[in-house]
C-alpha cells in the first residue's frame, strides 16, 4: 500500500509540474504576441480609415499647436514669408485630426492643384498629419529661397511641395495631404472657412 502511494503521489506531482510548465509556455506565448502586437502598432500606429475624423468647422479660429504661444490666436502679423507652424482650431485641441500645418509664401507660388480660393494672403493650411503612418509632418525652410521650402514627414522621408497642393514629391506617402481653407479676420485673427478637401490620416 506504501508503494502504491507514493507511485500514486508521483503520478500527482508530474500532473501538476507538467500542468504548471504547460500553463507557463502559454503565458510566454500569450505575453510575446501582445509584445508583438505593440511593435507593429509603435510601427504602423494607425490603419485607413482608424479613426481620423476632423471636428473643424468653418469659422472656428487657429491657435499655436506648439510653442510658449500654444493656445494664443494666430494673427498674420505674426507670420513671414517662409514660416510654418503647427496650428488647431480653438477649443477642439484634443483631437489629433484637427492638427494642421499653416504656412506663410508669396501669394504667386501657389499652383494647381493647390486650391487657390482656400488660400489668403500667402497662407495656405493643410493636414499635418502623414498619410503614409498617420506622423505629424514637420517645415523644413530654405531661408535663402523661402518659396522652395517644403514639408516633410520625419519618420519614412515623405516629401510634400506645398505650393502645388502638397503633392506627394517623394517618399512612402501615397496622396497628397488635404488642404483646408483659412482667411484673415478684419482684427488680423485667420479662421477656418471649409472642411478638408480629401482624407486625412494614414492611407495605406
Not at 138 to 154: A, G, H, I, L, R
Not at 171 to 192: H, N, S, W, Y
Request: charged share 20%.
Amino acid at each position: 500500500m506504501v508503494a502504491g502511494n507514493t507511485e500514486n503521489k508521483e503520478d500527482k506531482t508530474g500532473i501538476t509540474r507538467r500542468r504548471f510548465t504547460l500553463g507557463a509556455i502559454i503565458v510566454s506565448i500569450a505575453g510575446a504576441f501582445a509584445s508583438l502586437l505593440s511593435l507593429l502598432k509603435v510601427l504602423s500606429p494607425e490603419k485607413k480609415g482608424s479613426g481620423y475624423v476632423s471636428t473643424i468647422k468653418p469659422g472656428d479660429r487657429l491657435v499655436y499647436a506648439k510653442g510658449a504661444n500654444t493656445g494664443d490666436f494666430i494673427k498674420l502679423s505674426s507670420l513671414n514669408v517662409g514660416d510654418a507652424v503647427l496650428a488647431y482650431p480653438t477649443g477642439k485641441t484634443s483631437n489629433p485630426a484637427n492638427l494642421v500645418q499653416l504656412i506663410k509664401l508669396d501669394e504667386e507660388v501657389y499652383k494647381a492643384p493647390t486650391k487657390i480660393k482656400l488660400t489668403d494672403q500667402g497662407l495656405v493650411a493643410y493636414s499635418a498629419i502623414c498619410t503614409h503612418l498617420g506622423c505629424t509632418v514637420s517645415w523644413v525652410e530654405n531661408q535663402k529661397s523661402p518659396d522652395t521650402s517644403y514639408t516633410e514627414c520625419f519618420c519614412h522621408n515623405s516629401i510634400f511641395d506645398p505650393t502645388r497642393g502638397a503633392k506627394v514629391l517623394g517618399g512612402p506617402a501615397p496622396i497628397p495631404l488635404a488642404q483646408i481653407g483659412i482667411k484673415v479676420r478684419d482684427d488680423g485673427t485667420l479662421v477656418f472657412t471649409s472642411d478638408f478637401t480629401g482624407p486625412i490620416g494614414p492611407q495605406v
